[in-house]
């Protein structure tokens, strides 16, 4: 498992991390950690207004092997400052949410905690093999479904993968600056 900070009580709620921000703008992306040489998946929510604006944690939420080699998989959600994680290759940057209602954020970040780990006939992107990306596009999937979010999906959900690929390959070649630590790159069909 990479090594982020790990949710605990002393870190704030979402409602609380976003307040902190005086955000009323979720920005939403692809997080892509590099963990044993391989791309891992996570769902971004971050209070922006820049991915790259310091002093600013965000939400991440993931699936990971529990057990390595085993697929067991458990959901995790941290808060945590992207600049400081090493192991952050970049984002895909999906869209901009304006949040009318802070009720919103809280309810959708408990819905996708609570969406099951595993495939179990859910598994929009029709994944070869399940994992973090396979989890990744199905809360993207739900997200883009929830009526107060107001935003489509770039591909249908069994091309999201393919069409993310090569752009997850063009974050190596984005320069890293002080300025602008964080490779980003939006996402546009």
């Not at 692809?30 to 996570?42: A, K, M, Q």
């Not at 999937?141 to 090569?166: Q, T, V």
Request: proline share 8%; charged share 25%.
């Amino acid at each position: 498992m990479s090594k982020m900070a790990r949710y605990s009580s002393s870190n704030p709620t979402a409602i609380q991390l976003f307040r902190e921000q005086k955000s009323r703008v979720a920005l939403v992306g692809i997080g892509i950690f590099e963990v044993n040489g391989s791309p891992h998946w996570s769902l971004i929510l971050h209070p922006g207004p820049t991915y790259n604006s310091p002093n600013t944690r965000c939400i991440v939420l993931r699936i990971y092997d529990s057990v390595p080699g085993e697929f067991v998989w458990k959901r995790d959600h941290v808060y945590l400052d992207l600049r400081a994680q090493p192991n952050l290759l970049g984002i895909l940057h999906i869209h901009d949410i304006i949040m009318n209602q802070d009720i919103w954020l809280t309810r959708v970040v408990r819905d996708i905690l609570d969406m099951p780990v595993g495939r179990k006939d859910v598994d929009p992107a029709k994944m070869v093999v399940w994992g973090p990306t396979g989890w990744a596009i199905r809360a993207l999937k739900y997200l883009s479904e929830d009526r107060m979010a107001g935003f489509e999906l770039p591909w249908r959900c069994s091309n999201i993968y393919m069409n993310a690929r090569p752009r997850i390959d063009a974050l190596r070649d984005v320069k890293k600056t002080v300025r602008a630590p964080i490779r980003v790159i939006p996402i546009k069909p």
